[in-house]
């Protein structure tokens, strides 16, 4: 992760720390889970009784499990102080999500960035953020603007902009077979959308041509 804003505020003494956040979903039964895998990869005729896959029906139902549980995480946002009025930019955040067509992994990265109001966020926070709305079945356009949605009504910025670019294996690997394909979605909200400036200053640092050097607060 690349960030406009290096400093990270973790240990602030006046850090408001929110109680942890729950997303996870609420019953996983774990061998109901196994059963129906097994069961599944029966009807498609593959042998269950080798060394080798006999175990698989509980490796499968440990790992969607797993996919479709985000970690939970305190959301810390810190008094804006120094009256920090600038982009705050979290580039290339992995997105790790299952669609909810075909159950098949879509991977990739989203650019999140903000323009602070009174508070801001610990940088951190904006992967977790990511990975809240991922582990859950997902389409990629919803995803993208419940990740800026949540930004929006949770730390009150100025704006919030959300790009994500991700290859979605239900497209790559069956159906159209489209190899190296991206799908790209954005969110824009409040000066993101409104001014013209801030949304081109977010839109050349997230999906323009690599920045310059210079650019950056280092
Ligand atoms: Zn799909």
Redesign the pocket.
């Known amino acids: 992760m690349t960030a406009q804003l290096e400093s990270c505020p973790a240990g602030t003494a006046a850090a408001r720390v929110r109680p942890p956040v729950h997303l996870a979903p609420a019953r996983v039964d774990l061998d109901a889970a196994e059963r129906a895998a097994a069961a599944l990869l029966r009807a498609l005729g593959l042998p269950l009784g080798t060394e080798a896959m006999s175990r698989t029906p509980a490796r499968m139902a440990r790992a969607y499990a797993e996919m479709l549980a985000p970690r939970p995480f305190a959301l810390t946002t810190f008094p804006n102080d120094e009256g920090y009025d600038e982009l705050v930019l979290a580039r290339s955040l992995p997105v790790q999500s299952l ?1 909810e ?2 159950m ?1 992994p879509f991977t990739g990265v989203a650019h999140v960035g903000y323009l602070p109001g009174e508070r801001i966020l610990g940088l951190s926070k904006l992967a977790r953020v990511v990975e809240k709305f991922s582990r859950r079945p997902q389409v990629q356009e919803r995803l993208t603007k419940q990740v800026a949605d949540w930004l929006w009504t949770e730390l009150r910025p100025r704006g919030v902009g959300v790009v994500m670019e991700a290859e ?1 294996t ?1 497209m790559t690997l069956r159906g159209v077979r489209a190899a190296g394909s991206s799908t790209v979605t954005s969110t824009l909200l409040g000066a993101f959308r409104e001014d013209p400036r801030s949304r081109a200053e977010f839109l050349a640092l997230t999906t323009g041509p690599a920045r310059s050097p210079g650019h950056r607060h280092d």
Do not use: A, Q, S
């Open positions: 669609c067509h075909h098949l979605h239900c």
